[in-house]
């Protein structure tokens, strides 16, 4: 499967903690998104870092790429109550045609407790 | 703009019916999308569409029709209902014609049971 996998499944931290999650995939891709949904909510997007890129910010969220291993961790710092969610990683496959193929993974839960 | 809306937000359908979930973004995108979500499983591609009359299969697209007449409209047509169909499905679109180039913007789903 191309599918990525996010690790862990579920996580609990206390708010002002850091929450890392990580997320590993099998091919070759283009970019790889990471993606929060609130309970019952779409889906909303974070941040996209292309394959040529190593790190990328973006406010508290810092996000790392190592395409050698095949995996992308995402941080979440000085966390908050309402980072409380699910996480996603989308890995973005080229296809024959002009445009991408999007997997997504299982998700890691994380509850930040107040 | 209401950016990319979904009706019904629940729907019970019995075993052997029909409906169609309907999808509209005013954002303009060329790419829009159907995915499912089941528990465990994340988000699965059912049917994609690069832009008006463009339309082709994704990860689990038996049971499922789709047809992109407009830019705006994605509608996704469940032919014969099955349990296996129960799910949460969302709509997405994305600006670009490579899917995976630009984020995807979602609509806030429809949860749909089938008994």
């Known amino acids: 499967s191309q599918q990525g996998e996010e690790d862990p499944q579920a996580l609990s931290i206390q708010e002002g903690e850091n929450a890392t999650m990580n997320c590993s995939y099998k091919?070759?891709?283009?970019?790889l998104q990471w993606y929060r949904q609130n309970s019952g909510r779409g889906l909303v997007h974070l941040i996209l870092?292309?394959?040529?890129?190593r790190e990328k910010h973006s406010g508290r969220l810092r996000v790392t790429l190592d395409t050698s291993k095949k995996s992308s961790s995402l941080l979440i710092t000085a966390s908050r109550a309402a980072d409380t969610a699910s996480y996603f990683c989308?890995?973005?496959?080229?296809?024959?045609?002009?445009?991408?193929?999007?997997?997504f993974g299982p998700g890691t839960s994380l509850s930040v407790i107040p | 703009n209401a950016g990319v809306t979904q009706t019904p937000k629940f729907q019970v359908l019995k075993t052997g019916q029909s409906m169609t979930l309907q999808c509209a973004q005013d954002?303009?995108?060329?790419?829009m999308s159907w995915y499912r979500q089941d528990p465990g499983m994340g988000l699965r591609l059912i049917h994609y569409?690069?832009?008006?009359?463009?339309?082709d299969q994704g990860e689990v697209p038996n049971g499922y029709n789709v047809s992109r007449s407009t830019t705006e409209d994605f509608p996704l047509r469940l032919l014969s209902a099955a349990p296996s169909q129960t799910s949460v499905y969302f709509c997405?679109?994305?600006?670009?014609?490579?899917?995976?180039?630009?984020?995807?913007?979602f609509g806030p789903g429809t949860r749909l049971t089938v008994t």
């Open positions: 989308a890995t973005s496959f080229p296809l024959m045609t002009s445009y991408d193929k999007v997997i």
């Open positions: 091919t070759s891709i283009n970019n």
């Open positions: 870092i292309r394959s040529n890129e």
């Open positions: 954002m303009n995108h060329e790419y």
């Open positions: 997405a679109s994305s600006p670009g014609l490579a899917g995976g180039l630009y984020e995807q913007y």
């Open positions: 569409s690069v832009g008006a009359g463009i339309t």
